[in-house]
């Protein structure tokens, strides 16, 4: 039992360590646990994001992380339809869905894919100007990993916007992206809606890699602290 938890606790170090390795677009739960706070932070988008190239939009849910984490990828001009939108949910472990052929099974997630019509992606956009979203990074906040926030990136014509909503602050109830988001989620999965939370209270009963609590800052552009290590 003892070396059970050491070995729990010695992954969770590593995988907390490992968590600014640069985010090259792996979806399988290992390259995500390892390149999270890189997804999060839109590194890959930055790097590609320059004049010509294709308008790219990310949106991701905390809705304590342990318990339902959202991530919506969009891409204009892709996709058969036009636009393309990758969506994934991501919550506690499955293990229902464990099996010889795929031993990631319980934690890889629900994931879908839908194409998106020219008035369907100009709705979400219009819905990120009236958000304020291209207005510049809101430097300052907090985002714990047993809050609830939405993240928002962006390239838009060749440069590239950072967003944060945090609830229960105003902007966050008013956003319009959400509600434009999940009209177009064909997972199925209902939003882990707001809720007052505390750790103990959180994280009562977990242990190994679910007993991490952490908290990002944003800066100016973005997430201030997280760095790829390779």
Known sequence: MRQRFFVGWTMSLLAFALGACAYTGAGDPVSRKFTWFSYLNGDDIRQSCNAGGSDRYRFVYNGINIEQRRTYDLTVGAGPRGHFMTVQVIG???????????????????????????????????????????????????????????????????????????????????????????????????????????????YSGRAGEDARNYTLDVGRDGLIGVRTLF
Do not use: H
């Open 92 to 202: 506690p472990a499955d293990l229902s869905s464990f099996s010889a052929s795929d031993l990631l099974g319980p934690w890889r997630g629900i994931s879908a894919e839908v194409g998106l019509l020219d008035s369907q992606m100009a709705e979400i956009v219009r819905a990120m100007e009236q958000d304020g979203s291209f207005a510049g990074s809101p430097a300052g906040l907090r985002l714990p990993s047993i809050g609830f926030y939405w993240v928002v990136m962006a390239c838009r014509s060749g440069r590239f916007y950072f967003d944060a909503y945090l609830w229960p602050a105003e902007r966050f109830q008013k956003a319009q992206i959400p509600a434009r988001l999940l009209a177009l989620d064909p997972t199925g999965v209902a939003i882990n809606p707001p809720r007052d939370a505390t750790p103990s209270l959180v």
